[in-house]
């Protein structure tokens, strides 16, 4: 368990997890383009599946470390519900529920302490 939370708590974990929404951020955009699409609709695709099963691993091992206290941080609960929106599949009704993908992308917040404090100022 001490394995696990120096693991999400080192600064390599956060800056990993920034590149991966930074990735993330270019494919959604990617996807606006139909001619991006044709070209590399398949890869965009994998890319988007796989970073975002990345987050919910990242989440997972969060909550088996932090447990409760998981939920004291209104940050950690603002990543739970984008990556758990990320999930529902946007088909149908639903279908504008894949707009929502771009809130990936304010995870940024959460892993920036600059950027939270920022956030924070605000409110």
């Given at each position: 368990?001490?394995?696990?939370?120096?693991?999400?708590?080192s600064r390599r974990f956060d800056l990993a997890i920034m590149v991966l929404i930074?990735?993330?951020?270019?494919?959604?955009?990617?996807?606006?383009?139909?001619?991006?699409?044709?070209?590399?609709?398949?890869?965009?695709?994998?890319?988007?599946?796989?970073?975002?099963?990345?987050?919910?691993?990242?989440?997972?091992?969060?909550?088996?470390?932090?447990?409760?206290?998981?939920?004291?941080?209104?940050?950690?609960?603002?990543?739970?519900?984008?990556?758990?929106?990320?999930?529902?599949?946007?088909?149908?009704?639903?279908?504008?529920?894949?707009?929502?993908?771009?809130?990936?992308?304010?995870?940024l917040i959460s892993i920036v302490p600059s950027l939270r404090r920022v956030v924070?100022?605000?409110?």
């Amino acid at each position: 368990m001490d394995a696990l939370k120096s693991l999400i708590e080192s600064r390599r974990f956060d800056l990993a997890i920034m590149v991966l929404i930074l990735i993330n951020a270019v494919t959604l955009g990617l996807e606006t383009s139909p001619d991006a699409i044709a070209a590399f609709g398949p890869l965009l695709t994998a890319i988007d599946r796989a970073i975002l099963g990345v987050f919910v691993v990242e989440l997972a091992i969060r909550l088996v470390v932090y447990r409760t206290r998981f939920f004291r941080d209104p940050w950690r609960i603002f990543d739970l519900f984008v990556v758990g929106f990320a999930l529902i599949p946007a088909t149908g009704s639903l279908s504008v529920l894949r707009a929502l993908r771009i809130l990936r992308v304010l995870r940024l917040i959460s892993i920036v302490p600059s950027l939270r404090r920022v956030v924070t100022g605000f409110i």
